[in-house]
Nanobody, 116 residues
Framework: QVQLVESGGGLVQPGGSLRLSCAAS????????MGWYRQAPGKQRELVAT???????NYADSVKGRFTISRDNAKITVYLQMNSLKPEDTAVYYC??????????WGQGTQVTVSS
């Protein structure tokens, strides 16, 4: 069973940047498309970005041009570079398999708070 551990969140001012990391265990990771998701208070979890095993990416319209997803299969890690952060980006961020793949057990996530 793949385990996922997210890190890199924190408090940042509007316009700032953060880089999230998702460390996974298990060799199956390398053949899965992966995604970053987020859940704001009182809202449903939403998909933010996905990346295939070959590196093709897709983004939600709300983060396009500001966020970049990447992966290092050798390190079994997925990253989310977040620039030009806005207060509406405040949420708990999670990584998991992309929607077309069986989900792994959800990790604890990492809190991102954008506030002045």
């Amino acid at each position: 069973q793949v385990q996922l551990v997210e890190s890199g969140g924190g408090l940042v001012q509007p316009g700032g940047s953060l880089r999230l990391s998702c460390a996974a265990s298990g060799s199956i990771f390398s053949i899965y498309a992966m995604g970053w998701y987020r859940q704001a208070p009182g809202k449903q979890r939403e998909l933010v970005a996905t990346i295939t095993s070959g590196g093709s990416t897709n983004y939600a319209d709300s983060v396009k041009g500001r966020f970049t997803i990447s992966r290092d299969n050798a390190k079994i890690t997925v990253y989310l570079q977040m620039n030009s952060l806005k207060p509406e980006d405040t949420a708990v961020y999670y990584c998991n398999a992309a929607p077309d793949y069986p989900a792994f057990h959800w990790g604890q996530g990492t809190q991102v708070t954008v506030s002045s």
